[in-house]
Every structure is written in C-alpha cells, then in structure tokens.
Nanobody, 123 residues
Framework: VQLQAYGGGFVQAGGSLRLSCAASKRTSSNNGMGWFRQAPGKEREFVAAISWNGRNTYYADSVKGRFTISRDAAKSTMYLQMGGLKPEDTAVYYC?????????????????WGQGTQVTVSS
C-alpha cells in the first residue's frame, strides 16, 4: 500500500497550487479518496473527497468554490487544485483512500494515508 502526496509549497495569498496523490492501483481503483489537512496545534480536518468513479465530490465549507478535487483512473492519481489560497489554508495536506467506493468526511472512514505535503500561504 503506497500513497505519495506531492505538490505543496510556499505561495502568497490569492495564489494557486495543485496537489497530487499517486496511489497503488490495487488499493485505489475501486475506492473513494480524500484530502485532509492539519495545521499546527489543530486537529486533522476534512478538505475534499471523491468517489471511486469521480462522479461525486464533497468539500468542506471552508474550501468550497476555491478547491477542486479530481482523479485520473488511468494514472491512479488524485488531484487537489487549490485557488484563492488564504493564510488559514496553511497546513500539511494528506491524501487518503477510503474503505468504501464513496468517500465521506470522517477520517475514520479512510484506511490508507499518505505522508503529507506542506502548504504554506503567506499574507
């Protein structure tokens, strides 16, 4: 089981970044996937999720309209396009594979986690 998240970095407020999460096809092709984030001193929180076939997506209210989640089945890769970034988006972003074909907002619904990629947004 392998998940590799990358694409984080340092960006000014209002800027954009695209995160990618490469997954082992065996573990992700029939499962929903999601992104979570954890800021210093805070609990891990849900950001976005996508169903196994990409037809259903879900977003935290805090990112709705600014972030877009997608996946490419052929590449076994999930993406998070982030725009209109704010300093409060600063966190380590984690990708995860759900236990089910759909993906929810609770961390306990996910069985495999990537190592995280740092996103820092300056004001």
């Amino acid at each position: 089981v392998q998940l590799q998240a990358y694409g984080g970095g340092f960006v000014q407020a209002g800027g954009s970044l695209r995160l990618s999460c490469a997954a082992s096809k065996r573990t992700s092709s029939n499962n929903g996937m999601g992104w979570f984030r954890q800021a210093p001193g805070k609990e891990r929180e849900f950001v976005a999720a996508i169903s196994w076939n990409g037809r259903n997506t879900y977003y935290a209210d805090s990112v709705k309209g600014r972030f877009t989640i997608s996946r490419d089945a052929a590449k076994s890769t999930m993406y998070l396009q982030m725009g209109g970034l704010k300093p409060e988006d600063t966190a380590v972003y984690y990708c995860a594979v759900s236990r089910r074909s759909v993906a929810g907002t609770g961390a306990d619904e996910y069985q495999y986690w990537g190592q995280g990629t740092q996103v820092t947004v300056s004001s």
